[in-house]
């Protein structure tokens, strides 16, 4: 079984930076994983995805603003946010999933997803 652990969340001010981190139990060279967030009473959605390759998709509300990224040797993916906004704040979850034949924000949900971590809670205030 696969366990992925994040962390990084907590409060900040709008304008700020925040760094959430991942750490995968199993090697991550063949996944795509990436990152997802969910606030009460909306479906969870897709923030960015890293495929085995490294190409990095960004939800649009985030793109130019977030970086994904993932250190294979430490099994760890990375999601820096920057000039954060109040509509960030949500639950971030981090997620990964193998043989996949795309990894594309759009271009998959959470239901393409086996593996999660618990989230980690992010809250910007204005």
């Known amino acids: 079984q696969v366990q992925l652990m994040e962390s990084g969340g907590g409060p900040a001010q709008a304008g700020g930076h925040l760094k959430l981190s991942c750490v995968l139990s199993?090697?991550?060279?063949?996944?795509?994983m990436g990152w997802f967030r969910q606030v009460p009473g909306k479906a969870r959605e897709g923030v960015a995805l890293?495929?085995?390759?490294?190409?990095?998709s960004y939800a649009d509300s985030v793109k130019g603003r977030s970086a994904i990224s993932k250190d294979i040797d430490k099994n760890t993916l990375y999601l820096d946010m920057n000039s954060l906004k109040p509509e960030d704040s949500a639950m971030y979850y981090c997620?990964?999933?193998?043989?996949?034949?795309?990894?594309?924000?759009?271009?998959?949900?959470?239901?393409?997803?086996?593996?999660w971590g618990q989230g980690t809670l992010v809250t910007v205030s204005s």
């Open positions: 997620a990964a999933q193998d043989a996949l034949p795309i990894c594309i924000v759009g271009g998959l949900t959470d239901a393409d997803f086996s593996y």
């Open positions: 199993l090697s991550s060279r063949k996944w795509c």
């Open positions: 890293i495929g085995p390759d490294g190409w990095r």
